[in-house]
T-cell receptor, first 113, second 110 residues
């Protein structure tokens, strides 16, 4: 079975540009999570969805970040405008129910110059 | 909020040795999870624990959910070179709050 799919795997962009990260959760999973991983702060939960509805976005750093889940098989995380401090690896994870184990995608390594 | 302390930060062991790492929390958790992350990849779930006192094995890996619900350990027996990576514990208190430890970086010398 396909796991969580993320695209692109790598993104290099200039400061001020818009960045869109994409995620396809495991089929049948109804909870989706966006994380950011840096050396300094480790893994941080940004936002999570249950049945396509955003439940908790308290981890979203600021208004430059937004996330959507238009249907059960697709989610996006958008950064606009991007800044160098946004450079990190962004992971998407999904689970069957918010309380069950989460399965991670391979991540998108974002570099903002 | 709940703080999660994972130790040790790093381990250098010889192939064939057993490994033990643990996580402790200042508050109780309802779920403990252990993940392994290889360079350039996402964390891969190793073991999930849902009940206090639960002891679960997955091949050479064994993990336990502490009775106090404030700690968990992961043991790896007879380590092999492919065990190299970063191991993360994660604890969930309620539906929307999962915390990760800082990770244990494991190096296995052949």
């Amino acid at each position: 079975d396909a796991g969580v799919i993320q695209s692109p795997r790598h993104e290099v962009t200039e400061m001020g540009q818009e960045v869109t990260l994409r995620c396809k959760p495991i089929s049948g999973h109804n909870s989706l999570f966006w994380y950011r991983q840096t050396m300094m702060r480790g893994l941080e939960l940004l936002i999570y969805f249950n049945n396509n509805v955003p439940i908790d976005d308290s981890g979203m750093p600021e208004d430059r970040f937004s996330a959507k889940m238009p249907n059960a098989s697709f989610s996006t995380l958008k950064i606009q405008p991007s800044e160098p401090r946004d450079s990190a690896v962004y992971f998407c994870a999904s689970s069957l129910g918010a309380v069950n184990a989460q399965y991670f995608g391979p991540g998108t390594r974002l570099t903002v110059t | 909020g709940q703080q999660l302390n994972q130790s040790p930060q790093s381990m250098f062991i010889q192939e064939g040795e057993d490994v033990s790492m643990n996580c402790t929390s200042s508050s109780i958790f309802n779920t403990w999870l252990w993940y392994k992350q290889d360079p350039g990849e996402g964390p891969v779930l190793l073991i999930a624990l849902y009940k206090a006192g639960e002891l679960t094995s997955n091949g050479r890996l064994t993990a336990q959910f502490g009775i106090t619900r404030k700690d968990s350990f992961l043991n790896i027996s007879a380590s092999i070179p492919s065990d190299v990576g970063i191991y993360f514990c994660a604890g969930r208190y309620n539906n929307n709050d999962m915390r990760f430890g800082a990770g244990t970086r494991l190096t296995v010398k052949p």
